[in-house]
């Protein structure tokens, strides 16, 4: 590598690092989400080697992190534990600054999600119709229909809430009866 590609190459790495290491100062002073504990399962050969091609094909892009988290998540349909330490290596921050910010969103799985895939709006406009007793009522559902249940913050339905999306179809104005018959018909359309 020359001179000019070698300092392109470092001044690249130094600005994806900061901008990594604003983007986690930013929304960790903005909003912390309690820690999540990370599941530790062992990666298949083949979806380890889906992972480092995906961190290669972004790593040296400026805020590299949430795409390729996004990137990994698309692909498996989770962010698996394992993964961090390739991701931290990559782009040269600690696997816990890693863990720090697929914990801070909600968005990111910690483990693959059951087939039907729940999802409450839990924002204020749903708040304040009703969505922390659909969450209850999701919650006593959950262990014996075995849905996995993910809050969700806004669907963009705040005039028609609570919101909810069951398999990644949109419900509004929703209650306990409606939110039984829904999931309901997803499990025998699966
Ligand atoms: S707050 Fe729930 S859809 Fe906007």
Redesign the pocket.
């Known amino acids: 590598m020359n001179g000019l590609h070698h300092s392109k190459h470092e001044s690249i790495h130094v600005q994806n690092k900061f901008v990594t290491r604003k983007l986690l100062r930013d929304t960790f002073s903005l909003h912390k989400k309690s820690p999540t504990q990370t599941k530790t399962t062992m990666l298949t050969e083949p979806t380890h080697q889906t992972i480092q091609t995906l961190v290669a094909a972004k790593k040296h892009l400026p805020g590299a992190l949430l795409p390729i988290l996004h990137d990994i998540q698309d692909a498996l349909g989770y962010i698996p534990a394992q993964a961090l330490g390739d991701i931290a290596q990559a782009l040269n921050l600690s696997r816990a600054e890693v863990h720090g910010v697929v914990s801070f969103y909600h968005f990111f799985r910690h483990e693959p999600a059951a087939a039907q895939v729940v999802q409450i ?7 304040s119709m009703g ?1 922390e007793a659909l969450w209850a009522h999701a919650c006593s559902r959950q262990q014996a229909q075995g849905f996995t249940l993910e809050p ?7 005039s ?4 909810m999306v069951v398999n990644e179809k949109l419900h ?1 104005r929703m209650d306990a009866d409606k939110f039984d018959r829904l999931v309901a018909d997803a499990r025998s359309a699966a």
Do not use: T
């Open positions: 709006c839990r924002a204020e406009a749903c708040q969505s969700v913050y806004c669907l963009g339905l705040c028609s809430s609570p919101a509004a």
